[in-house]
């Protein structure tokens, strides 16, 4: 499913080897409008089926008498990698789960299959890549926003953000902030600026002259963390199951202070606030 | 303060670095620090569960070089580039996700966040927590530490 599709236009299949099964677990799909597109009892209908029908989605029994069922997504994948899966077996422990996450298969249900609980899974899953290309796209806008909305409610002052390059902003500016989001997508948010623009933005607040790193720290801890929270709250409001919570902020200062990108897509946008510039940067991976 | 936070920190180092090549491993130090200090290699993981707090992984830059280069089948590590510090990235990923194996085996469940890191010549690091377990730990003489900052701790 490269790109995602839509819950109800996957392509679902079914094998197990009990024609009984097959037909609940059919109905429990088609009551809650999803596609079945194919259904198998055997190895070599499955085989056939599958060859015929490229499904994007399967749902697979675990003990079959040809073939288990972990087998059989290794053989599937030989013919077509493309599609997800979730094992169904009236058996589950530790050795199995473990197994199944090996294989990269994407779900496990126990029988007797709860409707809710099937349903939940498979939608899950086939949601999972459109929600995380729709994080990708939609979530600067929202960090941009909250950025805007906590620098105007404690400041009084306005924000523009203008783009920059990835290599323009390889080194810190001095002062870094940052907080890890934990959530189906975990990942990271960063502030950036200068001393002086950290003091300036302390001293607005506070209105006192001068303060210490110390309490530069606490104030853009606090800032930051304002700013992701309140984007986090939005993303979680659009019910894509991001499940996003906030780790407690680091702040790092120092010379030549760097902050690495390498193990992670970092989006960076530059905030011209009337302090100076502050390096806005969000990252979200896969999780597992 | 509860001590007994550092035992998942230490038992995630005994258990991964020797998968990585390491052969001895151990805590040579532990001390108590109202913050963090560090130089040259930092890497910050946040916790969140039934404890909250960040724990910063220091390693001295050239002890970064010398473990990413282990990590990276011996491959020389002169520069810390985008590879090495993909590479110390993904090690203090291993060691606080085992650590969270550790913490739940213990009835605490907690998340980790993704790593963030971070190089300078003298870094200050501010972390949430107003007291920091230092662990000094060494794989076959190569030093680094483990910052524990747990919030609520004093």
Known sequence: ?288 | MDVSNVNPFLQACTLVLPQLGFSSVKKVNLTVSDKVNAQGVAVSVGIIGDIKGTVVYNFPEENAKKIASKMMMGMEVSVFDDMAQSAISELTNMLTANASIEFSKTGKNINISTPTLVTGKELGIKVSASKVLVVEMEADGVKFYVNIGIDGDA
Not at chain 1, 85 to 106: P, Q, V
Not at chain 1, 195 to 222: C, D, M, P, Q
């Open chain 1, 1 to 288: 499913m490269p790109g995602g599709v839509n819950v109800k236009d996957a392509r679902i299949m079914i094998v197990d080897d009990s024609p009984f099964s097959v037909a609940l677990i059919e109905k429990m799909l088609q009551t809650n409008g999803l596609n079945v597109v194919a259904k198998a009892t055997n190895k070599t209908d499955m085989i056939n089926k599958f060859t015929e029908e490229k499904p994007d989605f399967i749902t697979m029994d675990l003990t079959m008498p040809e073939i288990n069922g972990f087998d059989s997504i290794k053989l599937l994948r030989t013919i077509d990698p493309n599609f997800k899966s979730i094992m169904i077996s009236s058996l589950k422990d530790e050795d199995l789960t473990e197994e199944s996450k090996k294989l990269k298969i994407n779900g496990y249900v126990q029988k007797p299959v709860k409707e809710d609980e099937l349903i939940n899974t498979i939608k899950n899953i086939i949601n999972f890549d459109k929600n995380y290309l729709e994080l990708l796209d939609e979530h600067q806008a929202v960090f941009q926003e909250s950025f805007v909305d906590a620098v105007n409610s404690m400041t009084r002052t306005r924000v523009s953000f203008k783009e920059k390059k990835e290599e323009e902003i390889k080194f810190s500016m001095g002062f870094a902030v940052a907080i890890g989001i934990i959530g189906t997508f975990p990942g990271r948010f960063f502030l950036d600026m200068s001393n002086k623009t950290l003091t300036a933005f302390t001293r607005s607040i506070t209105g006192e002259e001068s303060n210490s790193s110390e309490e530069k720290a606490h104030f853009i801890s606090e800032f930051a963390n304002i700013v992701a929270g309140n984007a986090c709250s939005l993303l979680n409001l659009t019910d894509k199951n991001y499940k996003f919570r906030l780790s407690s902020p680091t702040v790092f200062y120092g010379e030549e202070l760097t902050v690495s990108t390498a193990n992670l897509k970092t989006f960076m946008i530059v905030a011209e606030t009337e302090f100076g510039e502050i390096i806005i940067g969000t990252s979200f991976s896969r999780g597992e």
